[in-house]
């Protein structure tokens, strides 16, 4: 064994005092007492797997002025996420096979930590999907467009979703309709204005087009951000080969941003009231929600600095996503199981990576994680290019330990490993 690592495990369900063994990054076996060649005692810590992040923005290639894969990787890292798997709304948009691979050399060179990649769907590579399947973690598509990706036309979603369904693959959607939003176009002056813009009824819209045009088909797909009681209603009763996502702003944060510093809450699709942050809230609590995703979407602080019409949508969330629900679980507000669950098992599971869960076999992807380390989150302290955050303030608990394959990538508050630690899995 290379190394063992002892404290307060959660595995099969409950936290356990035990000895966590790793070889080869893996864990090879979890016993009361272990000893490896290193061993190394958290005592009273929490010894929980590392979370992973289904949907990121890490801006590489072409916006890296508001993030890189090195950047956004190691904001991912202090956030105790061990894996990121990056939209394809870089330019140029990750829609190619030379695309997709340039970006996997990149993120390879520069990522702290494990990463994925998604390949866009347009309507350019839809006879290309398979070939592409080979290569990317999944698929995203776009169903109303936003910032860079424009809307894959709905009319072709059946048949790229049937090709989708001939390979293992994820398929991720931006569930808001086209339609609705080009009807709806003007000029935005506040958030309301935004919130009348993009209403709840483009997200229903489109959720209930995704809905019927997967039917019968053999398919994994993944509704994400999801924003509205309306879209959550229609997901209560969802065939159970769709899963969906969470943000932590849609689901404790609400439209309620005095003027003057709304442009940092604009996003798509929107945070909306107080009572569709609570459904949210409720339905990740009570298991209706499959998994929470940051989707980190920096932006600078500059470039929020703007007339609200001309500010550009999305929010950064990658490190602050995990550290704030592990103080809610401390508190007792959602139940640990739950939090794992949601920011570890499922995100794993619906990507068919070997991470996500403390088990034998499993990549040692753990964080150490003490419940008496409650900070305020400052953005100053936060590693994202973009320099702010929706959280400030906000109570949270970082982990103080994080391993990626049973290295220790985060001790003292400093990395640990160099650029390009990272691997990149899922294909
Ligand atoms: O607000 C958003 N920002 N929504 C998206 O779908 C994209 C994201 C971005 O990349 O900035
Ligand atoms: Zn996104």
């Not at 096979?97 to 993120?107: G, V």
């Not at 424009?150 to 931006?174: P, Q």
């Not at 964080?367 to 590693?383: A, P, Q, T, W």
């Not at 103080?400 to 640990?416: A, C, L, P, W, Y």
Request: charged share 25%; hydrophobic share 35%; net charge neutral.
């Amino acid at each position: 064994m290379d190394l063992t690592i002892e404290g307060k495990a959660y595995f099969n369900g409950c936290f356990n005092d035990c000895c966590i063994g790793i070889k080869n990054g893996k864990i090879s076996e979890i016993k009361k007492i272990l000893k490896g060649d290193k061993h190394l005692n958290f005592g009273n810590k929490l010894i929980l797997p590392a979370g992973i992040d289904l949907h990121v923005h890490f801006r590489d290639p072409g916006m890296t002025n508001k993030e890189d894969f090195s950047t956004g990787s190691m904001a991912a890292a202090f956030g105790g996420i061990s894996c990121a798997f990056d939209m394809p709304n870089t330019i140029p948009q990750t829609t190619s096979l030379e695309n997709l691979s340039d970006k996997i050399i990149t993120a390879d060179k520069k990522s702290y930590v494990d990463f994925g990649v998604y390949v866009g769907v347009i309507d350019d590579n839809i006879s290309n999907l398979e070939k592409l399947a080979k290569k990317c973690s999944g698929f995203k598509i776009y169903l109303g467009s936003s910032t860079i990706a424009l809307a894959f036309d709905k009319r072709k979603l059946r048949k790229a979703l049937e090709t989708i369904s001939k390979t293992d693959k994820l398929v991720l959607f931006h569930a808001e309709d086209e339609e609705l939003l080009i009807k709806n176009k003007g000029v935005e002056n506040n958030i309301v204005d935004h919130l009348h813009l993009r209403p709840s009824v483009c997200e229903e819209t489109s959720i209930k087009h995704i809905i019927q045009a997967s039917q019968g088909l053999n398919l994994k797909a993944h509704i994400c951000h999801l924003s509205s009681i309306e879209g959550l209603e229609l997901l209560k009763k969802r065939p159970n080969n769709i899963s969906c996502g969470v943000t932590p702003h849609h689901s404790l944060l609400s439209a309620d941003k005095p003027i003057g510093s709304q442009t940092f809450y604009k996003v798509n699709p929107p945070i909306r009231s107080s009572f569709d942050k609570e459904s949210l809230f409720n339905a990740t609590k009570n298991g209706i929600i499959d998994v929470i995703e940051s989707d980190h979407a920096p932006h600078t602080k500059d470039e929020k600095d703007a007339e609200f019409n001309d500010a550009p949508s999305g929010l950064p969330g990658v490190e602050t996503m995990f550290p704030l629900f592990l103080r809610l679980a401390k508190k007792e507000v959602f139940q640990f199981p739950r939090v794992i669950s949601l920011l570890c098992q499922r995100p794993a599971d619906l990507l068919n990576i070997p991470k996500g869960k403390i088990e034998v076999g499993r990549d040692a992807d753990l964080i150490v994680v003490d419940l008496k380390n409650e900070v305020r989150i400052k953005s100053d302290k936060l590693h994202s290019k973009c320099g702010w955050t929706p959280f400030e303030d906000w109570p949270a608990i970082f982990p103080s330990n994080v391993f990626i394959r049973g290295e220790k990538i985060i001790e003292d508050n400093e990395i640990q490993v160099s650029q390009g630690f990272g691997k990149f899995v899922g294909a």
